[in-house]
C-alpha cells in the first residue's frame, strides 16, 4: 500500500503541473474494455476498494448496467456505492433506494453500500467561497481506493454529468447533495431548492465537493467516463430523453479535470448528422454553462485542462 500511496501521491503533484494529463480512449464499450482502460492507467487499486457509480432512478433505463462493470469491479474486488438522493423518488430514502438497487440488479453480482443509510460526516474543503465543508457519506472512511466510474452525459441543472460531478454531488450525503445544490445555504432539501441560484456558485460548489473526496481519498482515486446512452437527462431522471448521439466510448485517467474535458471536448467537436445528433447535449450543457464546473477545478487545484489523449490498440 505504501508505494501505491507514493504513486498516488506523484498523480496528484502532475495535476497541478505544466505537463498535459494523460486521458486513455477506447471506442469500445464492454466489460473487457472496462478493465483493460484500467490497467492502462498503471495504479492498482487495493485494500479496501469502493466503485462510486449511480445505481440509476427507478424507471431510468440509461445507467451503466451490472454486466457492463462486473469485470472491473470483480478485477478490483470492489463494493458498489451510493448515497441517497436530496429529492423526490426511488433513492430518496435507504429503503426504498435499497430496492432500487436490487431492482436493477446491482446487490445480487456485487456488494453494496448506502454510504449514508445511517449516518453522514463533514469532511474539510480547500475551496471555502460557497461551502465550508463537504458532507458525506460516513461509510466513505470505511474504504482506502474510490474507482469513480461515472456515467457522462447531460443534466438538468449541472448541464453534463461526469466525473467530477460523480465525485461530488453523487459522494454527497442527502443533507450534503442539498448543501452543495444550495452552494452553502441549507442541508435540508426542501429549504435549499429555494437557493439554487446564481448557478457559478453550484457549479463552483461542485468543484470544491469533488476536490475535498479526491483529497480525503489522498489521492487514491481512478476515473471512469462510459460515454454511452448519451440522453441530455442524468440517470437520476426516471423519464430520461432519448438519447439522439451515438455511443462514443470510454476514457479514462487520473485527472479529473482533464478527463471531464477531453469527454466535453469529444461532444463539441463530434461531426454529428440526422440520426447521430451532438447539439442537443451541446445545447444542454452551454445553457446551463456546465464547463464552468470544470474550470473552476482548474482553478482550484484539483487537475489541468491541458490533455493528451491515448488511444488503445
Keep these: 500500500m505504501k508505494r501505491l500511496f507514493i504513486i498516488a501521491a506523484m498523480a496528484i503533484v502532475s495535476l497541478t503541473g505544466m505537463a498535459q494529463s494523460k486521458v486513455?480512449?477506447?471506442?469500445e464499450i464492454s466489460p473487457e474494455a472496462l478493465v483493460k482502460i484500467y490497467k492502462a492507467l498503471g495504479v492498482k487499486a487495493e485494500g479496501r476498494v469502493c466503485v462510486k457509480i449511480s445505481t440509476g432512478e427507478g424507471g431510468n433505463q440509461h445507467y451503466l448496467r451490472p454486466t457492463l462493470i462486473r469485470n472491473l469491479?470483480?478485477?478490483?474486488?470492489?463494493?458498489?456505492?451510493?448515497?441517497?438522493?436530496a429529492y423526490g423518488?426511488?433513492?430518496?430514502?435507504?429503503?426504498?433506494?435499497?430496492?432500487?438497487?436490487?431492482?436493477?440488479?446491482?446487490?445480487?453480482?456485487?456488494?453494496?453500500?448506502?454510504?449514508?443509510?445511517?449516518?453522514?460526516?463533514?469532511?474539510?474543503?480547500?475551496d471555502r467561497r460557497w461551502i465550508k465543508y463537504n458532507i458525506v457519506g460516513e461509510h466513505l472512511a470505511h474504504y482506502d481506493w474510490m474507482i469513480n466510474l461515472a456515467h457522462f452525459k447531460g443534466h438538468t441543472m449541472g448541464g453534463y454529468?461526469?466525473?467530477?460531478?460523480?465525485?461530488?454531488?453523487?459522494?454527497?450525503?442527502?443533507?450534503?447533495?442539498?448543501?452543495?445544490?444550495?452552494?452553502?445555504?441549507?442541508?435540508?432539501?426542501?429549504?435549499?431548492?429555494?437557493?439554487?441560484?446564481?448557478?457559478?456558485?453550484?457549479?463552483?460548489s461542485m468543484a470544491a465537493a469533488a476536490q475535498s473526496v479526491h483529497d480525503y481519498m489522498g489521492g487514491r482515486v481512478i476515473y471512469?467516463?462510459?460515454?454511452?446512452n448519451l440522453s441530455v437527462d442524468c440517470d437520476c431522471d426516471g423519464h430520461p430523453a432519448k438519447p439522439e448521439m451515438q455511443d462514443l466510448g470510454i476514457?479514462?485517467?487520473?485527472?479529473?479535470v482533464a478527463l471531464d474535458q477531453a469527454c466535453v471536448d469529444m461532444?463539441?467537436?463530434?461531426?454529428?448528422?440526422p440520426g447521430d445528433d451532438n447539439k442537443p447535449l451541446i445545447e444542454r450543457i452551454t445553457t446551463r454553462h456546465g464547463t464552468h464546473t470544470i474550470d473552476h477545478a482548474e482553478k482550484i487545484g484539483l487537475g489541468s485542462k491541458k490533455y493528451k489523449v491515448i488511444k488503445l490498440k
Excluded at 469491479?73 to 438522493?85: A, D, L, S
Excluded at 430496492?99 to 463533514?122: K, L, N, Q, V, Y
Excluded at 471512469?224 to 454511452?228: A, D, E, L, P, Q
Design 24 to 27: 486513455y480512449y477506447t471506442k
Design 73 to 85: 469491479v470483480e478485477e478490483v474486488n470492489g463494493t458498489i456505492v451510493e448515497c441517497c438522493t
Design 89 to 126: 423518488g426511488t433513492r430518496q430514502d435507504p429503503k426504498k433506494h435499497w430496492e432500487t438497487i436490487h431492482d436493477h440488479g446491482f446487490d445480487s453480482i456485487f456488494a453494496c453500500d448506502i454510504m449514508d443509510e445511517h449516518e453522514d460526516i463533514r469532511i474539510p474543503v480547500k
Design 161 to 204: 454529468g461526469g466525473v467530477l460531478k460523480n465525485a461530488s454531488i453523487g459522494v454527497a450525503s442527502t443533507a450534503g447533495k442539498a448543501y452543495i445544490h444550495s452552494h452553502g445555504v441549507s442541508t435540508i432539501p426542501a429549504e435549499a431548492w429555494k437557493h439554487t441560484q446564481p448557478q457559478d456558485a453550484f457549479l463552483e
Design 224 to 228: 471512469i467516463n462510459v460515454m454511452n
Design 251 to 256: 476514457m479514462a485517467s487520473l485527472d479529473p
Design 267 to 273: 461532444v463539441m467537436n463530434y461531426d454529428g448528422k
